[in-house]
């Protein structure tokens, strides 16, 4: 758990990152809006930045959902069970993809869409305690998430105060999965200080 604090918790939180700035990049009044709550929000006190960030939030765990920086998740099986149909026996090794679990048409409307609105209060208290886990689930959930979910919040925060965020015509990011999911040719975006 301790190395997967200190070490894996750089990759996915940048690549959590990444996908967050491209998915803004390409909606510049969300983007405008998000800068709007980060400016006001970094006047405060720091302990309490994350908190302050509802919008910014909702826009994290949206990217988190169509683009989970962890491509699988593998657990092995304590005991024989049945998983809708198919055996499963001890000690195999059971396979949980979140990128299809996020994107699942019988879990979400418009499964594919950008919709920040998803995590809403109301919205967020609807879903399925499982049907969201860019971190896991249960008794192993990344042991990190909280503070991963806090660092990002107050880097998205720092970035969008000071900088506008564009697409260059013609980007077409291809997620690629090796151990986490990154654009496969990096995120070439345009940059400007606001």
């Known amino acids: 758990n301790a190395l997967t604090f200190y070490a ?3 990759e996915t939180t940048a690549t959590a ?11 510049p009044e969300l983007q405008d ?3 709007t709550e980060a400016q006001a929000a970094l006047g405060g006190d720091v302990a309490t930045l ?3 960030l509802p919008l910014l939030r909702q826009i994290l765990d949206e990217t988190m959902r ?19 149909g198919v055996r499963v026996k001890k000690g195999e090794l059971v396979f949980i993809y979140p990128w299809i679990l996020h994107r699942h048409r019988k879990l979400w409307d418009r499964p594919d869409a950008f919709d920040q609105t998803r995590w809403t209060p109301e919205n967020k ?6 049907q969201y886990i ?5 008794p192993r959930i990344c042991v990190g998430a909280r503070f991963a979910i806090t660092e990002a919040l107050i880097i998205l925060a720092r970035w969008l105060a000071a900088r506008r965020f564009r697409l260059p015509p013609g980007l077409k990011p291809l997620p ?8 496969k040719d990096g995120m070439p975006l345009i940059v400007e200080p606001v």
């Open 17 to 27: 990152l990444t996908w967050a700035i491209y998915l803004l990049a390409g909606q």
């Open 134 to 138: 860019p971190f896991g689930a249960g």
């Open 33 to 35: 809006e998000a800068r």
């Open 8 to 10: 894996a918790g750089h």
């Open 176 to 183: 690629y999965g090796n151990v986490t999911l990154r654009p």
């Open 50 to 52: 994350a908190d302050r």
């Open 125 to 130: 208290a609807k879903l399925h305690r499982y």
């Open 66 to 84: 169509l683009y989970p920086s962890a491509l699988q998740i593998i657990r092995e099986a304590v005991a024989d069970d049945d998983m809708q």
